[in-house]
């Protein structure tokens, strides 16, 4: 449990750290409109826009589907210096800004949106702590002792008293931190303009399908988690733009592990049931990504994931997720090293789209 939600005065570390991550992911950004060879400041005039657009739309996203809180005193909406940014809201209000950008500026679309994506990542994991020092985005209870300890659990003061709950900020920073070394790693390796936002977008949404199903203090439909359907419908549109490349051959190659493991879902609990789907959408994107060589990969990657369950499924999903996640950052890095070996035997120009 943090000392003190301020770090000097009162100027909140929720505030310092959101800051941080959108300064770093600027000049991340710069560097690679260099390396993409757009015109000069190209990067600046559209953070100029869309950090303060993004802010406001993570925010209306937030009090919209979380109203109670505000209703004795709207005007607390006001008040982001306290917490409740919704970050699926930034992500659809910057993306709007990108759109209305690349029109009026005559640039490629996706070209933009792969420079932007891993500063976006990086801004995401920094910008999770400012979510342990404001005390929010925790998961269940752990009343295990024995895993009762940070990072894995975290302090949250309820009742007059303190209670352990799953430390979810800290799960969903180091995956998104996970995130943007991929995306470093591939941004240099991709065979379309669009396939890094694609990527980022797949790796971010299957994390937080997982991660989500955790936590506590989760944007309620009715009984739907919203960011449970968002991630859901992103990481299908994800998955359809790697399977359209697919040859019909490799896409049969895809769907069988796929569909055998469909069949096996039926039989695990609920909560397991969230994180196999994670499964699912690597195995059916790694035989997209590397289309010659990948689809093979889906068999290899079966029996190993079923190994981890039968290992871990006694001692809780987090030990098994951790575990995957690594399982999949090594392999999404040999997925990296195939492509790169099949453009150097034969190299294809970027197409435009």
């Known amino acids: 449990m943090p000392h003190s939600r301020f770090l000097i005065g009162t100027l909140p570390f929720y505030s310092v750290?959101?800051?941080?991550?959108?300064?770093?992911?600027?000049?991340?950004?710069?560097?690679?409109?260099?390396?993409?060879?757009?015109?000069?400041?190209?990067?600046?005039?559209?953070?100029?826009?869309?950090?303060?657009i993004s802010v406001i739309c993570a925010r209306i996203y937030y009090v919209v589907f979380n109203w109670a809180p505000f209703a004795d005193n709207p005007l607390s909406a006001f008040y982001i210096w306290e917490g409740g940014?919704?970050?699926?809201?930034?992500l659809i209000g910057g993306a709007a800004v990108v759109l209305i950008f690349e029109r009026r500026r005559g640039l490629p679309l996706f070209t933009i949106f792969d420079i932007v994506v891993p500063g976006v990542a990086l801004a995401q994991s920094i910008g999770r702590?400012?979510?342990?020092?404001?005390?929010?985005?925790?998961?269940?209870?752990?009343?295990?002792?024995?895993l009762q300890f940070f990072p894995f659990a975290v302090l949250i003061p309820e009742g007059g008293e303190t209670v352990w709950h799953l430390a979810t900020f800290?799960?969903?920073?180091?995956?998104?931190?996970?995130?943007?070394?991929?995306?470093?790693?591939?941004?240099?390796?991709?065979?379309?303009?669009?396939?890094?936002?694609?990527?980022?977008?797949?790796?971010?949404?299957?994390?937080?399908?997982?991660?989500?199903?955790?936590?506590?203090?989760?944007?309620?439909?009715?009984?739907?988690?919203?960011?449970?359907?968002?991630?859901?419908?992103?990481?299908?549109?994800?998955?359809?733009?790697?399977?359209?490349r697919l040859r019909p051959w490799n896409m049969l190659l895809a769907c069988i592990p796929a569909a055998l493991q469909v069949v096996l879902f039926s039989f695990l609990p609920g909560s397991t049931l969230s994180f196999?789907?994670?499964?699912?959408?690597?195995?059916?994107?790694?035989?997209?990504?590397?289309?010659?060589?990948?689809?093979?990969?889906?068999?290899?990657?079966?029996?190993?994931?079923?190994?981890?369950?039968?290992?871990?499924?006694?001692?809780?999903?987090?030990?098994?997720?951790?575990?995957?996640?690594?399982?999949?950052?090594?392999?999404?890095?040999?997925?990296?090293?195939?492509?790169?070996?099949?453009?150097?035997?034969c190299p294809q120009p970027l197409q435009k789209t």
Do not use: H
């Open 17 to 52: 750290l959101i800051v941080t991550g959108m300064l770093l992911a600027i000049l991340l950004s710069i560097r690679e409109e260099k390396r993409q060879g757009l015109p000069k400041d190209t990067i600046v005039d559209l953070a100029l826009i869309m950090i303060p």
């Open 85 to 90: 940014l919704a970050i699926y809201g930034g």
């Open 129 to 146: 702590w400012g979510n342990f020092f404001n005390m929010e985005a925790y998961g269940l209870p752990v009343t295990d002792p024995r």
């Open 170 to 244: 800290f799960y969903e920073s180091v995956w998104n931190f996970l995130v943007f070394l991929v995306l470093m790693f591939m941004r240099r390796r991709t065979e379309k303009r669009g396939d890094l936002f694609f990527l980022y977008s797949l790796l971010y949404g299957a994390g937080r399908l997982v991660i989500e199903e955790l936590r506590m203090d989760s944007l309620m439909a009715g009984t739907l988690r919203i960011s449970q359907v968002l991630a859901f419908c992103i990481v299908l549109v994800c998955l359809m733009r790697f399977l359209v």
């Open 276 to 345: 196999f789907f994670l499964l699912l959408c690597f195995e059916i994107t790694l035989c997209a990504a590397s289309s010659v060589k990948g689809a093979p990969l889906a068999f290899c990657l079966l029996p190993p994931a079923w190994l981890l369950y039968a290992f871990y499924g006694r001692t809780g999903i987090f030990a098994l997720g951790v575990t995957f996640s690594l399982f999949a950052l090594l392999t999404l890095v040999l997925i990296g090293v195939l492509n790169q070996r099949r453009l150097r035997a």
